[in-house]
């Protein structure tokens, strides 16, 4: 079933709604919450506030980091839904928007963290692993910078992220998807679309 037209974008950047999929607390059943993408985001911000990106969470300070831990340690966890995700390429000498995901468009499912607030808003980020040898990850972000991806979940281990309830065993599923099962290509933004003073980043 296709959810209702303008629920939320076809993209999703920091602080745009998105679905994510959840254990439900008092039962073994999932259920889908619409969501803010980005663990803090903006609007919880004070005034005055210095504001630190949280759409995305490093796997190495998770735990440690005050916007992630209490509920990495609760094992808070997610599947993003998704037929591409989207990475800044600079082979060219400036960065051009690729799109990375399973062949023929197929959907897949990103690794989650989320979070509820006061107002009963719910919130998320992407926990991020290590790429610099990744054959194909490696070639995204500024030449320089350590490379970074996301987590794309095999749909054999949903069940078992939702359901992990020790944060050292969550740790074990979050590691790169093989290059050989992944497409990219350049995929410049559509017209019209509005692109958030940040990277050329997207989900």
Request: glycine letters at 6%; hydrophobic letters at 40%.
């Given at each position: 079933?296709?959810?209702?037209?303008?629920?939320?974008?076809?993209?999703?950047?920091?602080?745009?709604?998105?679905?994510?999929?959840?254990?439900?607390?008092?039962?073994?059943?999932?259920?889908?919450?619409?969501?803010?993408?980005?663990?803090?985001?903006?609007?919880?911000?004070?005034?005055?506030?210095?504001?630190?990106?949280?759409?995305?969470?490093?796997?190495?300070?998770?735990?440690?980091l005050s916007s992630f831990a209490r509920f990495w340690k609760s094992c808070q966890l997610a599947l993003i839904p998704a037929t591409a995700f989207f990475?800044?390429?600079?082979?060219?000498?400036?960065?051009?928007?690729?799109?990375?995901?399973?062949?023929?468009?197929?959907?897949?499912?990103?690794?989650?963290?989320?979070?509820?607030?006061?107002?009963?808003?719910?919130?998320?980020?992407?926990?991020?692993?290590?790429?610099?040898?990744?054959?194909?990850?490696?070639?995204?972000?500024?030449?320089?910078?350590?490379?970074?991806?996301?987590?794309?979940?095999?749909?054999?281990?949903?069940?078992?992220?939702?359901?992990?309830?020790?944060?050292?065993?969550?740790?074990?599923?979050?590691?790169?998807?093989?290059?050989?099962?992944?497409?990219?290509?350049p995929a410049p933004l559509p017209p019209r679309t509005r692109k958030p003073a940040?990277?050329?980043?997207?989900?």
């Amino acid at each position: 079933m296709e959810p209702p037209p303008g629920l939320f974008p076809e993209e999703t950047w920091p602080d745009y709604a998105a679905p994510i999929v959840r254990k439900k607390t008092d039962a073994d059943a999932w259920e889908s919450v619409l969501a803010s993408f980005s663990m803090v985001p903006k609007r919880t911000i004070p005034p005055g506030t210095r504001y630190y990106p949280t759409a995305n969470a490093r796997v190495e300070t998770i735990g440690k980091l005050s916007s992630f831990a209490r509920f990495w340690k609760s094992c808070q966890l997610a599947l993003i839904p998704a037929t591409a995700f989207f990475e800044p390429n600079y082979e060219s000498g400036k960065a051009v928007r690729w799109k990375i995901g399973l062949p023929g468009g197929e959907p897949f499912a990103i690794a989650g963290l989320w979070r509820a607030w006061p107002d009963g808003g719910v919130s998320f980020t992407m926990p991020t692993v290590n790429a610099d040898h990744h054959p194909l990850m490696q070639r995204f972000h500024k030449p320089g910078d350590e490379k970074r991806s996301v987590v794309l979940l095999p749909r054999a281990e949903w069940g078992d992220w939702l359901g992990c309830s020790d944060p050292e065993q969550a740790r074990t599923f979050l590691r790169l998807y093989p290059a050989d099962l992944l497409v990219a290509e350049p995929a410049p933004l559509p017209p019209r679309t509005r692109k958030p003073a940040e990277d050329a980043e997207g989900e």
